[in-house]
C-alpha cells in the first residue's frame, strides 16, 4: 500500500516563526500536492510538483512556498506564520499526471498559529 | 476553472436505510475524472469510487453507487444499506484529464451522521 507520512501532525507556533511541515511518500509517485482544508470550505490547493525542484502554484499560494529536492520529499513553508494560517494540511501524492490515478492522501498536520 | 459545489453541509441517515449526496460542478472540458473521497474523524481522506466523464455507465463499489449526468454537471453518490462507520464527511472532487491538469478540485463537503 502506498503510504504518505506527514512527520508533525499537531503544531503550535507564534506569529512570524517560520514553519515547515514535511511529507514524504513511499511509492516512486511523480506527483505531490499541498492542500489546506478549512470547515466549510472543503480542501483548497496550495501548491503542486510534478517532479524534483518543479513546482506550480495552487489556488491559494500567498504566505507558502515549497520545496521539492528528492522525490519522496515536499516540503511546505510558513516564511512567517500568521493566525489566519491556523489549519489543517494535507500532503497527497499520485503515481503521475494521469488523471484516473488514486491520489493518495496524509492524515493531515493541524496547525494553530497563536 | 473547474469549481465543485456541494449544496449539503449536513445530511444524516438512519442505520440500513438509503442515502443520496448531491454534487454539482462546472467546467468546460469534455474529459474528466470525479472522485467521492470519505473522511472519517482519523482525518484520513478514502478514495471511495471513481467515475470517468466518458463512460457512460454510472460507477458502482459495493453499497456505493453514483449517478452521473455529464450533461447536467451533476454526480451524486448513493449510499445503500447505511452503516455506522459510513459516517465522515464526504467531499466530491474533479480531475481535468487535460495535460498539465493533474490537481484534484474539491467542494466543500457533506458531514455525514448515521443514526443507530
Known amino acids: 500500500d502506498v503510504k504518505v507520512t506527514q512527520s508533525s501532525r499537531y503544531l503550535v507556533k507564534r506569529t512570524g516563526e517560520k514553519v515547515f511541515l514535511e511529507c514524504v511518500q513511499d511509492?516512486?509517485?511523480?506527483?505531490m500536492f499541498w492542500y489546506r482544508q478549512d470547515p466549510g470550505l472543503g480542501l483548497r490547493l496550495i501548491y503542486f510538483?510534478?517532479?524534483?525542484?518543479?513546482?506550480e502554484k495552487g489556488d491559494i499560494p500567498e504566505g507558502y512556498s515549497v520545496s521539492r529536492e528528492k522525490k519522496e520529499r515536499f516540503s511546505l513553508i510558513l516564511e512567517s506564520a500568521s493566525t489566519n494560517q491556523t489549519s489543517m494540511y494535507l500532503c497527497?501524492?499520485?503515481?503521475?499526471?494521469?488523471?484516473?490515478?488514486?491520489?493518495?492522501f496524509g492524515e493531515g498536520s493541524w496547525l494553530t498559529v497563536v | 476553472a473547474q469549481t465543485v459545489t456541494q449544496s449539503q453541509p449536513e445530511m444524516s441517515v438512519q442505520e440500513a436505510e438509503t442515502v443520496t449526496l448531491s454534487c454539482t460542478y462546472d467546467?468546460?472540458?469534455?474529459?474528466?475524472?470525479l472522485f467521492w473521497y470519505k473522511q472519517p474523524p482519523s482525518r484520513q481522506m478514502i478514495l471511495v469510487i471513481r467515475?470517468?466523464?466518458?463512460?457512460?455507465q454510472n460507477a458502482t463499489e459495493n453499497r456505493f453507487s453514483v449517478n452521473f449526468q455529464k450533461a447536467a454537471k451533476s454526480f451524486s453518490l448513493k449510499i445503500s444499506d447505511s452503516q455506522l462507520g459510513d459516517a465522515a464527511m464526504y467531499f466530491c472532487?474533479?480531475?481535468?484529464?487535460?495535460?498539465?491538469?493533474?490537481?484534484?478540485?474539491f467542494g466543500e463537503g457533506t458531514q455525514l451522521t448515521v443514526n443507530p
Open positions: 497527497a501524492s499520485s503515481l503521475d499526471s494521469y488523471s484516473g490515478n488514486t491520489i493518495y
Open positions: 511509492m516512486d509517485h511523480e506527483n
Open positions: 510538483s510534478y517532479d524534483v525542484k518543479m513546482k
Open positions: 467546467t468546460s472540458e469534455s474529459d474528466y475524472y
Open positions: 467515475q470517468e466523464a466518458y463512460k457512460q
Open positions: 472532487a474533479y480531475r481535468s484529464a487535460l495535460v498539465g491538469g493533474s490537481r484534484l478540485t
